[in-house]
Structures are given as structure tokens and as C-alpha cells.
């Protein structure tokens, strides 16, 4: 019988990014030849009629053959967004206040909310190549 259930294998480097009822998790892995890929799962809470709760995820494997393209239009999409509609959150839903929450599961120090004097580069810089 195949290792169906044991596709995923130990974490070796995680991130979390939690950004108001969705939060995003960020994690190498080791594939069985014990080469690295990432996985990126969004996670987003929603609330029952009865107040209980429940989760939806989504889940992308990205493997070190992807890394340039996908770094490439990461890039191109974000440089995109933030020329055309700027920083400014402008959805009804989004708190004005909210200040996103990052943790590492790796002993690392947590990295600190984005200032605002960062400029576009500098939020759509990626480099898969430094995991």
C-alpha cells in the first residue's frame, strides 16, 4: 500500500503571516529524495449561525523548478497592483487600524509589521533563493 497519507513531510523552515480572519502559512519541506519545496496554505476562518467556527484551506506546492518564474510575476502582480491602486487598503471589510501579525516556527526572531516609509520594492522584493 502506497504512502498516500504521509505525502508531506517534516517541516523544516516555517513563517506565518496572519492577516485579519485569514492567516497564511509558509513552510519548506522535504520531498523523500530529501530535496526542499514550499508549500503555501491560506487558512481562513468563517463563523456558523450558532457562533462555532470552521476553517477553509487552500494549498500550493512550489518546487525550486518554479521559483524564478513564479518569483518573476509575484513580483510583475504586486508592482502591478501597488502602481495602479497604490498601499492604501481600500476594502469595506478591512479594519483601518489592523497591523499584521508574522511568526516563524523556527526559533527565529519574528519579523516586524512593514513602516511606512518602505517603499513598493521593497514589499514586492522576493528571492525564493535565500530559504
Do not use: C, W
Request: proline residues 1%; charged residues 35%.
Amino acid at each position: 500500500m502506497g504512502d498516500y497519507g504521509t505525502m508531506e513531510k517534516e517541516e523544516i523552515f516555517s513563517k506565518v503571516l496572519r492577516a485579519g480572519r485569514r492567516t497564511y502559512f509558509f513552510d519548506v519541506r522535504a520531498t523523500k529524495a530529501d530535496d526542499y519545496y514550499i508549500t503555501i496554505t491560506e487558512s481562513k476562518k468563517f463563523t456558523n449561525d450558532d457562533g462555532s467556527f470552521h476553517y477553509k484551506k487552500h494549498k500550493i506546492y512550489l518546487y525550486k523548478e518554479d521559483f524564478e518564474g513564479f518569483t518573476e510575476i509575484l513580483n510583475e502582480m504586486t508592482d502591478y497592483v501597488i502602481k495602479e491602486k497604490g498601499l492604501e487598503v481600500i476594502s469595506e471589510r478591512h479594519q483601518k487600524d489592523y497591523q499584521k501579525s508574522y511568526e516563524t516556527s523556527d526559533k527565529t526572531a519574528a519579523f516586524e509589521p512593514a513602516s511606512a516609509n518602505e517603499t513598493a520594492s521593497d514589499f514586492t522584493n522576493v528571492n525564493f533563493d535565500d530559504i
